[in-house]
């Protein structure tokens, strides 16, 4: 569940003091009336720095033809774990930020994927924790999606981890 530590912040590091249900439903509302059909997507990324491992969640709202903007939250961890194991703290934070936000969504129509930056190609390391992802987002009933495809994890979290 949420906790009142949480920062959210854009792409342009605009900060929000505000909780990430706040900002999605706020965000429908506004892009509903300005007539855009939305979808929602979920996806965390971490790049490991010596014993430091940083984490990024982005919701990527996509306009339908019109774009997107996202809203990211960082943290930062010190200790040493599996590739595995940080792939699936990535999910766990993918997972915890879309039950967050799901009851806002089902409320307004919006739709929901949940992104995983796991390789499906098994010559990448990352690919050891595919299946357990994959049966965890789609076990809490979201839409999965891995590479190429996870563009919230891949790209988004990506670029401000």
């Given at each position: 569940?949420?906790?009142?530590?949480?920062?959210?912040?854009?792409?342009?590091?605009?900060?929000?003091?505000?909780?990430?249900t706040?900002?999605?439903?706020?965000?429908?509302?506004?892009?509903l009336?300005?007539?855009?059909?939305?979808?929602?997507?979920?996806?965390?990324d971490?790049?490991?720095?010596?014993?430091?491992i940083?984490?990024?969640?982005?919701?990527v709202?996509?306009?339908?033809g019109?774009g997107?903007?996202?809203f990211i939250?960082?943290?930062?961890?010190i200790?040493?774990?599996?590739i595995?194991?940080?792939?699936?703290?990535?999910?766990?934070?993918?997972?915890?930020?879309?039950?967050?936000?799901c009851?806002v969504?089902?409320?307004?129509?919006?739709?929901?994927?949940?992104?995983?930056?796991?390789?499906?190609?098994p010559?990448?390391?990352?690919?050891?924790?595919?299946?357990?992802?994959?049966?965890?987002?789609?076990?809490?009933?979201?839409?999965?999606?891995?590479?190429?495809?996870?563009?919230?994890?891949?790209?988004?979290?990506?670029?401000?981890?």
């Amino acid at each position: 569940m949420e906790t009142q530590h949480e920062t959210w912040q854009n792409m342009n590091g605009k900060i929000f003091r505000k909780s990430i249900t706040q900002l999605v439903e706020e965000a429908i509302i506004r892009e509903l009336a300005a007539g855009h059909r939305l979808k929602v997507c979920v996806g965390s990324d971490s790049h490991v720095y010596g014993d430091a491992i940083n984490y990024a969640t982005a919701v990527v709202f996509v306009r339908e033809g019109k774009g997107a903007f996202t809203f990211i939250r960082k943290e930062r961890e010190i200790q040493t774990i599996s590739i595995k194991e940080r792939m699936l703290n990535e999910v766990n934070r993918s997972v915890a930020t879309a039950y967050a936000i799901c009851a806002v969504l089902d409320a307004y129509g919006v739709e929901m994927e949940v992104h995983a930056d796991i390789n499906t190609d098994p010559e990448f390391k990352s690919n050891t924790a595919l299946k357990d992802a994959m049966g965890y987002i789609l076990g809490m009933g979201y839409v999965f999606k891995a590479k190429p495809f996870a563009f919230a994890s891949s790209n988004c979290a990506d670029m401000m981890v």
